[in-house]
């Protein structure tokens, strides 16, 4: 039997960020959602160049949140011409919030014109909050995001096993220190298992840990420049073995 979901509350700071009072952190930077996206999450996975050419391209995230990360994705995926045929977004989404708080969420943080529709797309499309996989798709089936509710400790091996394989790992699950339930040892074996041979990914974090649960992993980092003046974040690949 499933746990039954606990939804995510929509509770914004005085200046206008998401936060989580369950994990007492932000969803983005204060400088920018869509900024911190393409500077982290897409060009840390070197997007949208690796795609290109591909027929088809897949990304995981750990933690979907307000979906973010999903519709820069998916945008500069469209606005791409080279772009591989089809991609597909697989996210891991313990604490969902409901479509309505989707909608106020989106209305608040997207400051881009080509992303509103995109944005009120998916919360049309937003499944009702119950546990496990749920399969949606955008621009006549060339997008899919399998929004997966449940806990990425459970849900990571599931996708492993299910014969997923991710071109490009998006790790945004709260800070480390705030939510060391998404930077355990076992999720970075399940990401291991996950990620394709030419895998990259990409996080807003530099902590030590971190950083030695990938080397153990078999993944190579390097610390870049971060997003939003923060010092650094760490990107790279799965390890040549
Ligand atoms: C920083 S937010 C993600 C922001 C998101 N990627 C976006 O683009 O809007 C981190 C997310 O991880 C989720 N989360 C936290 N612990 C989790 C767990 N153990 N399993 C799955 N999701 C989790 C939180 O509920 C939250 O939505």
Avoid: C
């Avoid at 995109?118 to 496990?132: E, K």
């Avoid at 394989?165 to 060391?180: M, V």
């Avoid at 990409?202 to 190579?220: M, P």
């Amino acid at each position: 039997m499933h746990e039954p979901l606990a939804s995510a509350p929509l509770v914004f700071r005085d200046d206008g960020t998401p936060y989580s009072p369950r994990h007492d952190d932000i969803y983005h930077s204060a400088a920018g959602a869509l900024a911190q996206a393409h500077h982290v999450f897409l060009n840390g996975n070197g997007l949208p160049e690796r795609w290109r050419g591909k027929a088809r391209f897949s990304v995981l995230e750990t933690g979907f949140g307000m979906g973010i990360n999903f519709l820069a994705t998916w945008a500069a995926w469209r606005d791409d011409v080279q772009r591989a045929a089809s991609i597909e977004f697989v996210s891991i989404e313990k604490h969902p919030f409901s479509a309505d708080d989707l909608r106020r969420a989106h209305a608040t943080i997207i400051d881009d014109e080509t992303i509103v529709p995109l944005a009120d797309a998916l919360a049309s499309a937003w499944p009702p909050l119950v546990p496990g996989v749920h399969r949606l798709e955008f621009d006549a089936g060339a997008v899919t995001l399998k929004v997966a509710f449940g806990d990425a400790t459970d849900l990571l091996p599931r996708l492993s096993r299910s014969g997923m394989r991710a071109d490009a790992i998006y790790l945004d699950g709260f800070a480390p220190a705030k939510n060391p339930d998404m930077w355990t040892p076992a999720i970075f074996a399940s990401l291991a298992d996950i990620a394709s041979e030419d895998a990259t990914f990409a996080t807003y974090t530099s902590a030590g840990d971190v950083k030695r649960a990938l080397l153990q992993n078999g993944f190579e980092y390097r610390k870049v420049t971060g997003f939003g003046g923060k010092r650094a974040m760490l990107v790279g690949r799965r390890g040549r073995s």
